[in-house]
């Protein structure tokens, strides 16, 4: 008897003793959570993950991390529980302790699907607390797309200590949608979940509204209805918004390519299907700037584009004058024999430059104020279509107040409208008109520097705007700058609305019969000149 | 002006022409099939093909020397009328492989099984027979023609506007066939030709008769041409180059002559490609580039516009040098070559090879005749045709 009370006393004793060592490790709700990973249970795997996710330790980052990895090591025979690192060694996971090697009994703790995603939530959940803004709202956007339940307590504590402004409108999203499928959430919640969703408004959001399932209450569900009429009639006319702004963007670039054609073509009559190639020499002149700068003084990478401008105005300018010079002024009068020349003056260069430069494409970079985007409302736009945008709003302008304002610009009219008046009057007509087809090569040089941002710089950069830039010119008008711009405009947002309707083949298909049946009805394009001249 | 003399002239070379196209057509495949192999005289079988090639480019440079040269129609587009006929012609050809395709389908070629098509599309109906072949062949390009002048002659569409829609008519097809659910096999285009008639389009044989076929429809084409334009209809088309205006008011339904030679020279490049497609084997979309089509023109310019025996010269001479050039050491420079022909052909030589040597000729021999005919000729001299307008 009194043995056997001594024993029950001795064990009792030993096992207080070995409660108070083992303390560290298999005490507190932390360890027991970790070790139930070693059981190999996959229910006792899901409990394990939601404890160590809203536990605040430390390593709970690391395990959930190296379980999703597959190195979350388990040894069922000592419970024992170990993260395999990148680097080859091996924690204790329990503790953070680091251990000499993992014992060959232990393996990886094994993952369904359904697992995988719970462990995806707690990582969204564990990131949440990140110092890092952006991965804190990179987290709550993982959790808004999960809405996993178990991570909202982390949701609202983060809500609450959050300063940054888009950061909490996240947190903010991820409640809401945590809030919406959450069974047992009151039905004002809800309804306020809904509203706080709603007023985001994307196509996220849209799909989260339809997903929400038919046990909810009748009151969510009617409003959650209505929101999605809502954000579908926004995304709509969002949608309408991002075509007109990819046509302006895609009209600009039409009309850059095109602008120092309305020159050549337009106000001297002279098919110059070289114009491409002057594009592409605008280019390659960026190419080479950028690799003196990357090579001599990166500093000014920055400012290479600005460099880059005079320079392709020059380098294209002069091989325009020099073309006329050479073969465009042995031609006048004989359109037909001229667009025979200058293909042919458009073979050799493309492989001059394949010849120089190499037929792959070169790489031309953004500089850091060109690259990047923001968010208006539902749609990205981007930098870099931007500043292509204000810049041929610019260059346009430029090229209007020239023609307007000075002498060259009085000069190039005159001869335009009538040479033999303008000669008589004293003007260098042939100086005149080396001119304007220098300006007008020039600018297409210009457009060069800019096409090179957003289109591969390779030999054959001016063939892909060649046909573009006639169609351009000649729906709009020729002689006519302003029947350029809208040219240009109409065809850019007529193509990116008709994108969506019917691919965006068939849609440039469709755009080409468009304008082919167009000039049927009007030949001398949208705004033509008056006058006899124009028959001649 | 003296058109007896001009007639006269051009009939002398047109029958040397024939004659010349027709010993080619005949000594050319009796050389390959009755020689043996490897000896000095046996034209291989590769260059039968190869040259069957260019008289299919020259019977295209006669269609476009037609418009160009006679109606001052610079039409950048004609390589999709070429290619037109080409595809026509290709359909009958697939329709022909039956089962010996990868995929074994009695009905479906190869790419519509690979690309999971039903059935076959309502436009290949038909295609199995060859009559009916041979009418589109004629009829697509035609018809796209007609569709096309009419719309474009009627409201005056000339120049360089039509040049320039030309060009986009050619580059919208191009885009269209290169779309996979367009039907025509996308990119791979139609190839893997196994007979054309039961006869194996591999055999030497069946070469030699293509050879033979393409040289006659050369020499078909090329007396087509003729009748029309030493015909009233042809003095007509040489007026509207010339004068459109002062032709309209003079009471002639310009835009009528006009159609009608545009899809009469249409429909010759839809023969030239149905020739061209058994003997290269292959038709795909970049035939439709419009490159191909610009370099059709040069051909003509080089040979001579408004000569006809000229352009079908240009289009052989410019060919074979694209083919001697860029098979050899010189590649990377036929470019360069091709670029600087169009610039001066342009500038030095407009009227062309032919057009360059009767100027020189016609002087010379007249003046060895009589003072008198010299001074005709002369005025013949004056008379060649503009360049452009």
Known sequence: ????????????????????????????????????????????????????????????????????????????????????????????????????SIPDSASAVRLNNRLRRTVEAAVGGLTLLSPDPAARISAAQSVFRSHEETVLPVVEGALAKETNKTAKAAFQDARAAILLFKSDASEVDKLEAVATIKARGDQEALALLSDIGTDQPPAVAKAAAAAIAAIQSSLAMWSTVQNAWYGLSLGSVLLLAAIGLAITFGVMGVINMAHGEMVMLGAYTTFVVQEVIRTRYPALFDYSLLIAVPLAFLVAGAIGVLIERSIIRFLYGRPLETLLATWGLSLVLQQAVRTMFGPTNREVGNPSWMSGAFELGQITITYNRLWILCFTLAVFAILLLMLRFTALGLEMRAVTQNRRMAASMGIATSRVDALTFGLGSGIAGIAGVALSQIDNVSPNLGQSYIIDSFMVVVFGGVGNLWGTLVGAFTLGIANKFLEPVAGAVLGKIAILVLIILFIQKRPRGLFALKGRAVEA | MS?????????????????????????????????????????????????????????????????????????LGHGAFFALGGYAMGMYLMRQIGTRGVYGNPILPDF???????????????FDMFWFAALMVLLVPGLLAFCFGWLAFRSRVTGVYLSIITQAMTYALLLAFFRNDFGFGGNNGLTDFKDILGFNVQADGTRAALFLLSCLALIVAFLICRAVVTSKLGKVLIAVRDAESRTRFLGYRVESYKLFVFTLSACMAGVAGALYVPQVGIINPSEFAPGNSIEAVIWVAVGGRGTLVGAALGAIVVNYAKTFFTSGALAPYWLFMLGAMFILVTLLLPKGIVGTFNAWWEPWRAGRKSAAAESAAREDGVSEPNPAE
């Open chain 1, 1 to 100: 008897m009194l043995a056997n009370v001594l024993y029950r006393v001795r064990t009792l004793a030993l096992a207080i003793v070995l409660t108070v060592v083992a303390w560290p490790a298999f005490a507190g709700p932390f360890e027991d959570a970790v070790g139930k990973f070693a059981t190999d249970d996959f229910s006792d795997t899901e409990e394990a993950i939601g404890a160590v996710a809203t536990s605040g330790n430390p390593l709970a980052y690391p395990i959930i991390r190296a379980l999703q990895g597959e190195r979350l090591m388990a040894d069922p025979d000592t419970k024992k529980v170990y993260i395999k690192q990148d680097d080859g060694k091996a924690i204790d996971a329990a503790t953070g302790a680091p251990v000499d």
């Open chain 2, 112 to 126: 519509m099984v690979f690309l999971n098509y039903p059935k076959l599309p309502w436009y290949w109906y038909g």
């Open chain 2, 3 to 75: 058109p007896h003399l001009l007639t006269r002239s051009l009939d002398r070379a047109a029958t040397i022409f024939i004659l010349v196209v027709a010993a080619c057509g005949i000594l050319i495949p009796l050389s390959n099939l009755l020689l043996p192999a490897g000896s000095f005289l046996q034209v291989p079988t590769y260059l039968v093909a190869l040259w069957g090639k260019y008289v299919c480019y020259a019977i295209l440079a006669l269609a476009i020397d037609l418009i160009w040269g006679y109606c001052g129609i610079l039409s």
